[in-house]
């Protein structure tokens, strides 16, 4: 296995336009996370899956946000009517356990929106 | 909610010195500690983690104590060297809970 991969690893979108993010966990892993890191800052917590089940949203994830993991495998995040302030890393992590121990990230999406 | 403070911003060492960066949270059900190495265009990746129950745990050449009662913890590496040079996160977490609250992180560098 090669890790939790993310795609695409950059994406620059203007302003208005929808994005879609996709993240494949480790497989055998049933927990899966969403983050946000802007420039300079630690990651910030936006959603949790169990299996395909969304579990937790924080207030972060604004109704242009929205998530899915379909069939418990991969998931996707996607972010409607982009704006400035939506330039950020987001990471995606997955667990093979309970609590918040033994994440793995990925590398990340880049998104710019100009 | 939690609140994690990370002390320093940036630290830069000679090579073979030891460095130590501090964290502090608020609330004091958070049990669980990991800290994370983040490189340039690469997701943060695991190096320890310490839970309330432990007040210190050594891996090689790293370190991390946790003081429950001052609700603080730090990371000791020693012996550094220049592939340590990289971003350094904190985090905290509650029990049951699946969220990792992070630190603002420590951009480490190591002087050959």
């Known amino acids: 296995d090669t890790g939790v991969s993310q795609d695409p690893r950059h994406k620059i979108t203007k302003r208005g336009q929808n994005v879609t993010f996709r993240c494949d966990p480790i497989?055998?892993?049933?927990?899966l996370y969403w983050y946000r890191q802007t420039l300079g800052q630690g990651p910030e917590f936006l959603t949790y899956?169990?299996?395909?089940?969304?579990?937790?949203k924080s207030r972060l994830l604004s109704d242009r946000f929205s998530a899915e993991r379909p069939k418990g495998s991969f998931s996707t995040l996607e972010i409607q009517r982009t704006e400035q302030g939506d330039s950020a890393m987001y990471l995606c992590a997955s667990s093979p356990r309970t609590g918040a121990n033994g994440y793995t990230f990925g590398s990340g999406t880049r998104l710019t929106v100009v | 909610g939690e609140n994690v403070e990370q002390h320093p911003s940036t630290l830069s060492v000679q090579e073979g010195d030891s460095a130590v960066i501090k964290c502090t949270y608020s609330d004091s059900a958070s049990n669980y500690f990991p800290w994370y190495k983040q490189e340039l265009g690469k997701g943060p990746q695991l190096i320890i983690d310490?839970?309330?129950?432990?007040g210190e745990k050594k891996d090689q050449r790293i370190a991390v104590t946790l003081n429950k009662t001052a609700k603080h913890f730090s990371l000791h590496i020693t012996e550094t060297q220049p592939e340590d040079s990289a971003v350094y996160f904190c985090a905290a977490s509650m029990s049951g809970a699946q969220k990792l609250v992070f630190g603002q992180g420590t951009r480490l560098t190591i002087n050959p």
């Open positions: 310490i839970r309330s129950n432990v």
């Open positions: 497989s055998e892993h049933n927990r």
């Open positions: 899956f169990q299996n395909e089940a969304q579990l937790e």
